[in-house]
């Protein structure tokens, strides 16, 4: 399973071992599942 923490962006992978969904390198514990696509993406609006 793949998130990614809404705090740093970063991808966490996490198996099921993994009990706590927390983000290894920030510590937050919001994480969002995918891949942050949508925001790594560059913004060119113009
Ligand atoms: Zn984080």
Known sequence: MV???LRCKKIVETTAET???RCPYCG???LKK?????VVKTMKAK
């Open 34 to 38: 995918g891949k942050p696509e949508l």
């Open 28 to 30: 937050f514990r919001a």
């Open 19 to 21: 009990q706590s969904v």
């Open 3 to 5: 998130y990614f923490c």
